[in-house]
T-cell receptor, first 112, second 112 residues
């Protein structure tokens, strides 16, 4: 079945780069997503990548997709304390159902 | 501005009681989803709907029901609340043919 895996925790120093990794199982996923959840809030779409792309850059965010290894990563450059949050990776479910399959979420802690 | 709201934001109830969580969106999206978020499990899909009078079971639907009488609302009902249903519940919506989901702020439910 479809499954998305993420490491649970990452700690970095302010100003460093953060790299959050994700693996997925469904090779037919059309889109892959990164959501951010701040404490006490809902999930906010950060960025997404179409499955025929290798990389997408959006200001401080860089998404890398390795389709062969089914590996997705989110790099945050110059990480700030405001980036502290839970980051969820998600893949679109098979069959154009509109459903998303979410990973467990990675808690990013940014130390000053 | 279009938005998605949930109410109540916090609820404490007792085992065996019926509870209804409200979700209202003004995006005019046909697709609506209910998730629960628990530590170590990420987001798990409870029920979803593709339009008025359409409802479908997700991966953790036991003990929950939904109804869709209009486009804007998808209330989630716990027929007889159990302690295992203590969780944070998120509602989301998306356009037909699009996978990006927009999330509400969540409802924290405690069942004593």
């Amino acid at each position: 079945g479809e499954d998305v895996e993420q490491s649970l925790f990452l700690s970095v120093r302010e100003g460093d780069s953060s790299v959050i990794n994700c693996t997925y199982t469904d090779s037919s996923s059309t889109y892959l997503y990164w959501y951010k959840q701040e404490p006490g809030a809902g999930l906010q779409l950060l960025t997404y990548i179409f499955s025929n792309m290798d990389m997408k850059q959006d200001q401080r965010l860089t998404v890398l997709l390795n389709k062969k290894d089914k590996h997705l990563s989110l790099r945050i450059a110059d990480t700030q304390t405001g980036d502290s949050a839970i980051y969820f990776c998600a893949e679109s479910a098979a069959g154009n159902t509109g459903k998303l399959i979410f990973g467990q979420g990675t808690t990013l802690q940014v130390k000053p | 501005d279009a938005e998605i709201t949930q109410s109540p934001r916090h609820k404490i109830t007792e085992t065996g009681r019926q509870v209804t969580l409200a979700c209202h969106q003004t995006w005019n999206h046909n697709n609506m989803f209910w998730y629960r978020q628990d530590l170590g499990h990420g987001l798990r899909l409870i029920h979803y709907s593709y339009g008025v009078h359409d409802t479908n079971k997700g991966e953790v639907s036991d003990g929950y029901s939904v109804s869709r009488s209009n486009t804007e609302d998808l209330p989630l009902t716990l027929e007889s609340a159990a302690s295992s249903q203590t969780s944070v519940y998120f509602c989301a919506s998306s356009e037909v043919g699009r996978n990006e989901q927009f999330f509400g702020p969540g409802t924290r439910l405690t069942v004593l």
